[in-house]
């Protein structure tokens, strides 16, 4: 069998490979946004409140904490960096 990683979808060819979890979302479908804190250089990634209305989180070495408010007036960006 090949390696997942060797097989390369094309458009319009159909899927070969199962379809994945949609963009910014981990394998149980939780919404998140990407997020390098510049205060540790340290990546996070950055879920979703259970209200839906903000992405909460905390650099994992200093614990700062990250808010993103959700709105109509937002951007589709999914990586960030917190300074």
Do not use: H
């Amino acid at each position: 069998m090949a390696d997942p990683d060797d097989i390369v979808d094309i458009p319009g060819l159909g899927a070969s490979r199962p379809a994945e979890p949609a963009a910014g979302t981990d394998s149980a479908g939780r919404p998140f946004i990407s997020v390098l804190f510049d205060c540790c250089g340290a990546y996070q990634r950055v879920y979703r409140n259970a209200a839906g209305t903000e992405y909460v989180g905390w650099c994992p070495k200093c614990m700062r904490k990250v808010v993103a408010r959700i709105g109509a007036d937002g951007v589709d960006q999914r990586f960030f960096r917190a300074r």
